[in-house]
Nanobody, 125 residues
Framework: QVQLVESGGGLVQAGGSLRLSCAAS????????MGWLRQPPGKEREFVGV???????YYADFVKGRFIMSRDNFKNTVYLQMNSLKPEDTAVYYCAATYGGAAEREWGPKEFAYWGQGTHVTVSS
């Protein structure tokens, strides 16, 4: 069982940066693949990126070059550094996890077993 708690969301102007954190509790954190997904207002939840236990990363095309994922297996924490934010990045950002897996493709929401409560990110123009 894994519990996830996101933090770091807020209001930022376009072009600004935010860093989201996801703290995980539970055993064997390092064995889980961790993902970030987001749900823009009125839209479906969408994939942002995943990071494997070994640090392999796969990003959605729309965040490549702007967002950076990282994880600290000693602190049981995964991060999402978001740079050059755009108004269309406004969404609730969710941290998610599931056991095993590789960061070689996009992952759909149904593929994750555990979810955080989400953190709001609003980018003003």
């Amino acid at each position: 069982q894994v519990q996830l708690v996101e933090s770091g969301g807020g209001l930022v102007q376009a072009g600004g940066s935010l860093r989201l954190s996801c703290a995980a509790s539970g055993r064997m954190f390092g064995a889980y693949i961790m993902g970030w997904l987001r749900q823009p207002p009125g839209k479906e939840r969408e994939f942002v990126g995943v990071i494997s236990w070994s640090g392999g990363i796969y990003y959605a095309d729309f965040v490549k070059g702007r967002f950076i994922m990282s994880r600290d297996n000693f602190k049981n924490t995964v991060y999402l550094q978001m740079n050059s934010l755009k108004p269309e990045d406004t969404a609730v950002y969710y941290c998610a996890a599931t056991y095993g897996g590789a960061a070689e493709r996009e992952w759909g929401p149904k593929e994750f077993a555990y979810w955080g409560q989400g953190t709001h990110v609003t980018v003003s123009s």
